[in-house]
């Protein structure tokens, strides 16, 4: 095989594509790891992370993880196609070869075309909860447990003002009480604008120092996949879909629960059921 053939090529570095990876390696397999940024996925950041019941922080985590000689390689994948009966794996760069891919991609915060700016936040975690909001008027955006979750944060560390913004509550009932208790307050608008100005944010008319847009998340747009495998309403793909062509979709991009445990388990029964197949 030359450098660039592969048995399996693993795209996505985070802990799914990771613990996939450590166990190709521990069985022999020639495999290739490929991440647009550095192995560590979604914690790659300065955060501590709860994996069962314990915390660790990213930096032990990430140690954790790549506690093996890992073959990876940085690039951006934007496409996966047929090669004969193998896969090519594409990025802007270079081509793969793999008889068989795994894609552990992730998710990607939902925008609702908002821009990530100094007083926009997109998306929960790190900016998020690190904002200052002492003294600060907050528009939240959105109708899930993140939602009610950083309204009550934001009251919690000292905003003035909080207001949610939401189509349609779907957080659980003992956040939207918890919010509630906290004063922040509940505006069910079926159209929803956010402009970014100069000095603040306008929600529906009403100026704020910042606001967070928390509109969930949905799978990596890839078109890489999306005509090969089946996706779900949130671009997630559907859970047991491509064994049988040999591309196997792990983690967070699959339907279900968005968790590190939850990313290893897929990781390790990909990891399994691949060395099977090819031992
Ligand atoms: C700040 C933060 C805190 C969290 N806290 C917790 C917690 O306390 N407990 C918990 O259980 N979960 C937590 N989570 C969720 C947890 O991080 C995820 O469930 C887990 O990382 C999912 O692993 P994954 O391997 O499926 O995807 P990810 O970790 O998202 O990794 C996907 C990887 O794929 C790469 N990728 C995407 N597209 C491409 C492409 N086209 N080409 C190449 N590479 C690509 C990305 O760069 C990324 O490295 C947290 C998430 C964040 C962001």
Excluded at 27 to 55: H, N, R
Excluded at 131 to 148: E, I, P
Excluded at 191 to 198: A, K, P
Excluded at 267 to 278: A, H, M, N, S
Aim: charged share 25%; hydrophobic share 40%; aromatic share 8%.
């Amino acid at each position: 095989m030359d450098k660039d053939s592969y048995q399996v090529i693993v795209v996505g570095a985070g802990p799914a594509g990771l613990v996939c990876a450590k166990i190709l390696h521990q069985a022999g397999i020639d495999y290739l790891l490929m991440d647009k940024q550095p192995p560590g996925g979604a914690l790659l950041c300065d955060y501590e992370f709860k994996v069962g019941s314990t915390w660790l922080s990213s930096l032990e985590y990430s140690k954790k993880l790549c506690s093996f000689p890992v073959r990876y390689c940085m690039g951006e994948v934007v496409r996966i196609e047929r090669q004969g009966l193998r896969w090519a794996v594409v990025t802007k760069d270079a081509v793969h070869v793999g008889d068989v891919v795994v894609i552990a991609t992730g998710v990607t915060h939902r925008t609702g075309g908002n821009v990530d700016s100094e007083r926009v936040i997109v998306g929960p975690f790190k900016r998020a909860y690190q904002y200052h909001y002492a003294g600060k008027s907050v528009a939240v955006l959105g109708g899930g447990d993140n939602a009610f979750e950083y309204a009550a944060l934001a009251r919690n560390r000292g905003a003035t003002k909080v207001d949610i913004y939401s189509r349609t509550v779907r957080a659980r009932p003992e956040l939207i009480e918890e919010a509630s208790r906290l004063g922040a307050m509940l505006r069910s608008e079926n159209e929803i604008s956010l402009i970014d100005v100069s000095d603040d944010v306008i929600v529906n008319d009403t100026h704020y120092d910042a606001a967070l847009v928390m509109y969930g998340f949905e799978g990596v747009e890839l078109s890489i996949a999306s005509d090969i495998l089946p996706r779900n309403g949130q671009k997630r793909f559907l859970v047991g879909k491509g064994g049988e062509l040999n591309v196997y979709v792990i983690g967070d991009c699959c339907e279900g629960e968005l968790s590190i445990e939850k990313a290893e388990n897929d990781g390790k029964v990909c990891g399994e059921t691949i060395v099977r197949r090819l031992g």
